[in-house]
């Protein structure tokens, strides 16, 4: 179970969208339309974001878009709001019951 | 509303036992499968075990393969994590995490356990 790549940080400003991206292989995301996204602040348990690759949770913000193309995934934030910056987590099932998370990226907003 | 409420996190030492428990409430638990996912200090999420839903099995991340057991009581609504011979690396947050029914998702979190192993 090999972790997934995403980039360790990404910026933007307020009003701006920003793409994270999330590559894996074809035994996780690209072998499974079960890629989701996490957000979580500093000390906080993950809050739910994205689901089965692009569907959103009621309550989350249609700011918040995601989809996938082979073997990489991307969530994109529209809209940058302050309260936006946290880390940002992808998950892909990866077959047999498992599951594989990438590394997290940092979203700041300047 | 999904309540997910993990204990027995604390210190232990190398090649000592622990276990954790997960109290679940507001949702109908015996249906849904549930996962351990834990977070190294300042590291990434990285996924444990799972139960499944309905009777189904037990799964392991190779990391705790032979060393954890995922149990569950449905009529009392809690999971477990029995971890054997501890590692360093083991030490994280473990999280309890419900599983969204139908997709291979986690829609619901608990504040998490921290477990420390340190000689």
């Known amino acids: 179970q090999s972790a997934l790549t995403q980039p360790r940080s990404v910026s933007g400003s307020p009003g701006q969208s920003v793409t994270i991206s999330c590559t894996g292989t074809s035994s996780d995301v690209g072998g499974y339309n079960y890629v989701s996204w996490y957000q979580q602040y500093p000390g906080r348990a993950p809050k739910f974001l994205i689901y089965?690759?692009?569907r959103r949770p009621s309550g989350v913000p249609d700011r918040f878009s995601a989809s996938k193309s082979g073997n990489t995934a991307s969530l994109t934030i529209s809209g940058l709001q302050a309260d936006d910056e946290a880390d940002y987590y992808c998950?892909?099932?990866?077959?047999?019951?498992?599951?594989?998370f990438g590394g997290g990226t940092k979203v700041t907003v300047l | 509303e999904v309540q997910l409420l993990e204990s027995g996190g604390g210190l232990v030492q190398p090649g000592g036992s622990l276990r954790l428990s997960c109290a679940a409430s507001?949702?109908?638990?015996?249906?849904?499968?549930m996962s351990w996912v834990r977070q190294a200090p300042g590291g990434g999420l990285v996924w444990v075990s799972v139960f499944s839903g309905g009777g189904g099995g037990t799964y392991y991340a190779d990391s705790v393969k032979g060393r954890f057991t995922i149990s569950r009581d449905n009529p009392n609504n809690r999971v477990y994590l029995h971890m054997d011979s501890l590692r360093l690396e083991d030490t994280a947050v473990y999280y309890c995490?419900?599983?969204?029914?139908?997709?291979?998702?986690?829609?619901?979190w608990g504040q998490g356990t921290l477990v420390t192993v340190s000689s």
């Open positions: 507001g949702f109908t638990f015996s249906s849904n499968a």
């Open positions: 089965d690759v692009s």
């Open positions: 995490a419900k599983h969204l029914s139908g997709t291979w998702s986690f829609d619901s």
């Open positions: 998950c892909s099932y990866a077959g047999s019951f498992t599951w594989a």
